[in-house]
C-alpha cells in the first residue's frame, strides 16, 4: 500500500472520536506531502529541532504535535506554533510551557505523560507523583496551558497481556483525573496505541493513536 492508501484506510477504520497522528520522525518533507494530500493534517514529531524545521518547510495548516521527551530550555522553539504537546512529564516542564504560550498570547494545550512500561528509559510521571502534584493544585493557576489528558508510551513486546495491563493502567489514570478534578468537557484526550499495538489500545479506551512506520515504512535512523 501507499502511503496515501495508508492513511486512507487508517481513517476509514478509525472509531469515531479518534483522532489519528501520523508520527513523521526521521522522515523528509516530501514524504510527509504524501500524507497531507491524503488528506492528513495531524503530525507529531519527537524533536524540537526537527519539528520547528519542517514546521517552516511544510504547509501552515498542519496541526504538529510534539510527542517525545521535551528539554525545558527547548520549549521557546515550539511554543509559537505547536498544536499538543503529549510528554509533559514535571511541574517545571509545565510551568515554562504555560511561560511560553503567555510570551506568545497562546494556550497550549498538553497531555500529561505517564509512565506505564517496564522498561527504565521511558519517560512520563509516575502515577503517584502524578496525583501528588495534581492534588497540590500548584497546575491551577497556569493560565498558558490546558489540560487535555493522559499520553502513555506500552512496553515494547510481544506479550498482549502486559502492553493490555498498561494500556488499562493509563485508562484508568485518564478516568481518575477526570473524575477528580473538575476539568470539563475538555479533558478528552488518552493518547495510546502505536503501529504495534493501537488495535489494542482501541480495545482499551484510546482517542488517539501515534501512528509512524505503518504509514511511512521502517525508519532510518542515522
Ligand atoms: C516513534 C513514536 C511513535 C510511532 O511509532 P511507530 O511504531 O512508528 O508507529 C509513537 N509514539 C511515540 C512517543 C514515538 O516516539
Known amino acids: 500500500m501507499s502511503i496515501k492508501e495508508h492513511i486512507l484506510s487508517l481513517n476509514a477504520?478509525?472509531?469515531?472520536g479518534v483522532t489519528l497522528v501520523a508520527v513523521s520522525k526521521t522522515y523528509p518533507p516530501e514524504i510527509i506531502m504524501e500524507a497531507y494530500d491524503a488528506g492528513q493534517r495531524v503530525f507529531g514529531e519527537n524533536r524540537v529541532q526537527e519539528l520547528v524545521a519542517k514546521y517552516e518547510a511544510l504547509p501552515k495548516d498542519i496541526q504538529w504535535h510534539l510527542i517525545g521527551h521535551l528539554q525545558t530550555n527547548k520549549v521557546k522553539y515550539i511554543a509559537?506554533?505547536?498544536?499538543?504537546i503529549h510528554s509533559v512529564d514535571s511541574a517545571h516542564l509545565l510551568e515554562t510551557i504555560h511561560e511560553q504560550a503567555l510570551r506568545n498570547d497562546r494556550v497550549i494545550d498538553v497531555l500529561m505523560e505517564v509512565h506505564v512500561a517496564r522498561e527504565v528509559s521511558k519517560h512520563g510521571w509516575q502515577e503517584d507523583e502524578l496525583f501528588d502534584y495534581m492534588a497540590s493544585g500548584a497546575?491551577?493557576?497556569?493560565?498558558?496551558?490546558?489540560?487535555?489528558?493522559?499520553?502513555?508510551?506500552?512496553?515494547f513486546t510481544d506479550e498482549q497481556q502486559v502492553v493490555r495491563a498498561e494500556f488499562e493502567r493509563l485508562h484508568e489514570i485518564f478516568l481518575r483525573l477526570k473524575q477528580t478534578y473538575d476539568?470539563?468537557?475538555?479533558f478528552d484526550t488518552l493518547s495510546?496505541?502505536?503501529?504495534?499495538?493501537y488495535p489494542l489500545a482501541l480495545d482499551c479506551g484510546s482517542t488517539m493513536v501515534r501512528i509512524g512506520s505503518l504509514i511511512f515504512g521502517a525508519r532510518q535512523y542515522q
Open 13 to 16: 477504520s478509525l472509531p469515531a
Open 80 to 84: 509559537p506554533f505547536v498544536v499538543l
Open 139 to 155: 497546575w491551577k493557576g497556569l493560565s498558558g496551558v490546558r489540560l487535555r489528558g493522559v499520553m502513555g508510551v506500552a512496553t
Open 183 to 186: 476539568f470539563g468537557p475538555e
Open 192 to 197: 495510546m496505541g502505536m503501529s504495534g499495538d
